[in-house]
């Protein structure tokens, strides 16, 4: 009888869903994760030898001191614009998260552009003031300065995911503390801290992931990673069970990590426990206090978004009758469709898979939640022959199909928009799931539980509580997702259909060249695309919690 | 309420711009009648597109705007269509192996000779007997057996600072491993295939040993850890950094016609040097057409590449982008005549695609990065 009476509730059309999704992201990865296994890398041994142990040494360093300070920055600023008032608080909500919308290798073209000798800064000084100056101090094209890049660039991962939590929650937690006699330090490290750790290695994990993924900036700036050496083994040594080897290696660190976290998490759960969830009230800054919260805010938005804007903005200026035409409607219209599609369909997945993980205890929703991760810690590259592989087959199947209905055997498939977009969904829908995933952490299961008690199914409570108590985080994982498809590459670049282009492969065209003048005009409008994205948004979040 | 209206309004809005774009994306699909593609640039005249006398499919790795003139005016004179898909140049070649038979490309046009020579190890390229091709490109820069076909040259120089240099100490690649240049020496990472290529070249000439000791004199002369492109090294050599660098010369080129002053202030100040011209002559790579092994429309493929190696078509690849044409009765731009006449090394570029993977090694061996 027992059983009878559970089976609806454990293997219902959520588990389906899953499966599916799980299936169809695992397709494409398992393709070339069996090679792991299966092949002999030709070059496995020289790599071991030569280059292994440079790359573990950058890619540690670059993966912890990013980490440690895109924590820092996010939190910290999360924590300033949700707890206090003080100058342009509203502005600075969402213009933080802003340098989002500059991919982190434009971003470091430009600073290089400005730090070196013949930047803006070293031209003014020797032109103006006769001063030449050390080039150590002004060179960018190390590893710290690559830190200092995906830093300033990727925090607002950490800034949007904390504060979406922090804004309506527990304001009771912290109000006590501060009734309590904590001062505001206090209440940072002993409760905001704990309380938002869900979603800090949320935002934490996008980071480094992230950063794992880079190909471009670490390239220009000549620090060997993991990615550099994924290529140079693929492309440069012909040999593809190398870099396939090298992918895994990373992976299994990827996903180290993150079980780590899990343990060491173990069964803390901070979700509230009353449904009276209400905002946080912000204290009031006055005097210095308020100008130093303003002038750090300041500080950072100057550094990940104005200073770079101005310098595309001068560059787009020197090359505009060159390069600006017609086309870029075509491009904007490309770029937004694209990102759209694959923003709504990140979003429906990620509600999908959240849902299921958390109502079902089991393996399988554990691991299914691990999965969506899959596609973001391997390198686009990687990914795409994976997933180009996958559509070939598929299409190849399909042929006598396409036949039948009288169109000729090609590649219909897997020379359309679809597949992109598929690739898209399959890389991204990290980002998508972490944000509402933070957001199922917080409401818990005690609603739903409520509601299945009180005679609703599964289905029905999703649509009736849990949708509308998670829109927020479900809105924050839609813009991010958006805005990475909007700048993203390698998977663009390879998975297009002919003649579509986008802003940003007509980006790449030019920065790979070490043409960034000319590349200014499309980042510039990448920037502006993701910029009102982030602001509608932000609007829509701010007036979430009534 | 606002709120949602917001939400559902620009909902709408992008769902109005997706629906423009849909329309571009269906034409690609079928990839027939290209009417409203990306690739019609606003003066060209339509009138030549619409009478339509098929289509070729290429796969490039070439990034320039002028590229696109040169496609356009190949499809205004013969009515083809040229579909384009630009991307990464070994990307490319993965996606066509991918593929297979059923690929739709027609042509891949590389920036690099090495890579043409792995397309066509991998069996994604076949055969065309052209006798204008063969009459327009010389014997060294094409494929033995007719599988590709440069299209323009690229030399790797040396330049140096005009005021700390003197260029008689500096007249061959192996000069730059002389002690007198510790520390003095820019040169970009071991990722760059520019400089797996140059290696290849020298073991391809010198052979293996040689090249791995010209290797370890580099990284042991660096002035700094690899970093940056070409053009970072330039302004590394004018802002004191060191006094000599390896680059391409279209790069040089560029910086010499910048709309940034500046740049075009360090490259003033910048010699250039053709080393080898005693022995075994300066490194010069291509960019390069081949036909893929899959193509459907063969003769609009043929034609095309005929059409890039003209001599009208070749002027203006070489005059836009400071590339030397391959075609031997067409000038260099004036800028490169004016840096003179230079010994090519005698090679078949071939051999740098054959010798690249061994060329990493090296520089994984010697350390560098």
């Known amino acids: 009888m027992k059983l009878i009476r559970k089976l609806p509730g454990y293997i219902n059309i959520w588990t389906w869903l899953s499966l599916i999704i799980v299936v169809l992201i695992l397709l494409p990865n398992v393709s070339i994760l069996i090679n792991f296994f299966t092949q002999e890398a030709d070059n496995w041994e020289h790599i071991q030898e030569f280059i292994l142990p440079d790359l573990l040494k950058n890619t540690s360093l670059i993966m912890i001191f990013t980490g440690i300070l895109a924590i820092f920055l996010g939190t910290s600023l999360a924590w300033l614009v949700s707890a206090y008032d003080f100058p342009m608080k509203k502005f600075f909500k969402w213009a933080l998260i802003l340098p989002l919308a500059i991919p982190p290798y434009i971003a470091g073209y430009t600073y290089n552009g400005i730090l070196n000798y013949t930047g803006v800064i070293q031209t003014t000084l020797r032109n103006q003031f006769g001063i030449s100056v050390d080039q150590k101090y002004f060179d960018i094209l190390t590893l710290p300065g690559a830190v200092f890049i995906f830093t300033l660039f990727l925090f607002p991962y950490v800034f949007t995911i904390t504060r979406a939590f922090l804004a309506n929650q527990s304001a009771s937690l912290i109000e006590n503390a501060r009734l309590l006699g904590r001062n505001a330090w206090e209440v940072y490290f002993r409760i905001v801290l704990p309380i938002s750790r869900g979603a800090i290695v949320g935002g934490t994990s996008l980071v480094l992931l992230e950063v794992l993924n880079d190909y471009g900036l670490v390239q220009y700036f000549g620090v060997p990673t993991f990615s550099t050496a994924i290529f140079q083994t693929w492309f440069g040594m012909n040999d593809i069970n190398s870099a396939i080897k090298l992918s895994a290696t990373l992976m299994f660190i990827v996903f180290a990590v993150l079980i780590i976290e899990k343990l060491l998490r173990g069964r803390k759960k901070y979700s509230n426990t009353t449904a009276k969830v209400r905002p946080l009230n912000p204290i009031q800054l006055k005097g210095r206090k308020a100008w130093t919260a303003f002038s750090y805010c300041l500080f950072i938005f100057s550094l990940g978004f104005l200073i770079p804007f101005i310098q595309l903005l001068d560059w787009m200026f020197l090359t505009f009758d060159k390069i600006a035409s017609p086309e870029f409607t075509t491009l904007i219209q490309n770029s937004l469709l694209v990102s759209f599609i694959g923003a709504a369909m990140i979003s429906v997945f990620a509600v999908i898979i959240a849902n299921f993980s958390r109502m079902h205890q089991s393996f399988f929703s554990k691991s299914a939640a691990r999965v969506t991760i899959l596609g973001y810690s391997i390198p686009g590259a990687v990914i795409a022959v994976g997933i180009s592989t996958v559509f070939i087959d598929i299409d190849n199947l399909l042929f006598s199909f396409y036949e039948s209905i009288g169109m000729e055997p090609t590649l219909f498939l897997s020379t359309s928009l679809f597949m992109l977009i598929s690739a898209y969904v399959i890389r991204f829908l990290a980002v998508g799931y972490n944000s509402v995933e933070s957001g199922f952490d917080k409401i818990g299961n005690k609603f739903t539980e409520a509601s299945r008690m009180l005679g609703m199914n599964m289905t029905k409570t999703f649509f009736k509580v849990d949708l509308r108590m998670i829109k927020g985080p479900l809105i924050s994982g839609f813009i991010l997702s958006f805005i990475e498809i909007l700048k993203e590459l390698p998977l663009t670049l390879i998975l297009r259909p002919f003649n579509f282009d986008t802003l940003s492969t007509q980006a790449f065209q030019y920065a790979g060249d070490e043409q960034i003048h000319e590349a200014s005009l499309a980042s510039i409008i990448i920037v502006v695309i993701s910029g009102i994205a982030i602001y509608i948004f932000h609007q829509v979040l701010e007036k979430e919690p009534n | ?369």
């Open chain 2, 1 to 369: 309420m606002r709120n949602k209206l917001m939400l559902v309004g620009f909902i709408l809005l992008l769902t109005i711009l997706a629906a423009c774009g849909n329309s571009t994306e269906e034409g690609q699909t079928d990839n027939t009648n290209e009417e409203e593609t990306t690739e019609e640039a606003s003066n060209s005249e339509e009138n030549a597109s619409e009478e339509s006398g098929g289509e070729v499919n290429l796969y490039t790795g070439r990034h320039y705007e002028t590229d696109q003139e040169l496609y356009d005016q190949f499809t205004e004179e013969t009515g083809i269509e040229v579909n384009v898909i630009q991307g990464d140049d070994d990307e490319l070649i993965a996606r066509l192996d991918r593929e297979g038979k059923a690929s739709e490309a027609d042509l891949l046009m590389t920036a690099d000779a090495g890579r043409l020579h792995r397309a066509k190890s991998m069996d994604l390229l076949q055969q065309v007997d052209s006798e204008t091709l063969n009459e327009n490109i010389p014997e060294n820069l094409r494929d033995e057996e007719s599988q590709w076909f440069g299209l323009t040259k690229r030399a790797r120089v040396i330049v140096y600072n005009k005021e700390t240099v003197n260029p008689e100490d500096i007249q061959t690649y192996a000069d730059l491993t002389k002690d007198e240049f510790q520390d003095k020496v820019l040169i970009r990472s071991s990722s760059n295939i520019y400089n797996q290529s140059l290696l290849a070249s020298m073991i391809a000439l010198d052979g293996e040993e040689a090249a791995k000791e010209w290797a370890q004199g580099i990284v042991d002369n660096m002035a700094r850890a690899p970093k940056g492109g070409d053009r970072d090294q330039a302004k590394a050599v004018i802002a004191g950094e060191g006094d000599v660098a390896v680059m391409n010369t279209y790069y040089l080129g560029k910086m010499l016609n910048s709309e940034d002053e500046e740049e075009v202030k360090v490259a003033e100040q910048l010699g250039i040097i053709f080393p080898n011209q005693d022995t075994t002559g300066t490194h010069v790579n291509i960019s390069g057409i081949g036909m893929t092994a899959s193509s459907k429309n063969q003769e609009n493929a043929q034609q095309f590449m005929e059409f890039l190696t003209t001599e009208a078509a070749q002027e203006q690849f070489a005059e836009a982008n400071y590339e030397y044409p391959v075609n031997p009765n067409v000038e260099a731009a004036e800028l490169l005549q004016s840096w003179g006449e230079f010994k090519a090394q005698d090679l078949n570029l071939s051999e740098l695609g054959e010798n690249n993977e061994r060329a990493i090694q090296i520089m994984n061996e010697v350390g560098w990065q």
